[in-house]
């Protein structure tokens, strides 16, 4: 199964800039899209960002124009980013990465982001 695992969480001040990495491993090949999702206490996960094996990339209303997602498709090797922008103390939450296959959908463990002063 793949196996997602993240970095690149911490806390930083509002405004400020954030990136989070995610790196596949394990039949990568089989991956149709990747995705960042986050959870704040209290709320249900919701979606930040996707990008297709295309390139093609999906945002949230909240996060477009300020997050961008990226992928490296380089051989041996399948990384997916998030670019976090003029952070607001609003984006605190756990940021989670997912991979959908044909079959099956699977998440990583999760990376805090907090945003305070």
Sequence with gaps: QVQLVE???GLVQPGGSLRLSCAA????????????????P??????VATISMSGSTNYADSVKGRFTISRDNAKNKNMVYLQMNSLK???????YCKADLIDYSTWGQGTQVTVAS
Excluded at 25 to 40: C, D, E, P
Excluded at 89 to 95: F, G, K, S, W
């Design 7 to 9: 970095s690149g969480g």
């Design 25 to 40: 491993s394990r039949n990568i090949f089989s991956i149709v899209t990747l995705g960042w999702y986050r959870q704040a």
């Design 42 to 47: 209290g709320k249900q996960r919701e979606l």
């Design 89 to 95: 103390p609003e984006d605190t939450a756990v940021y």
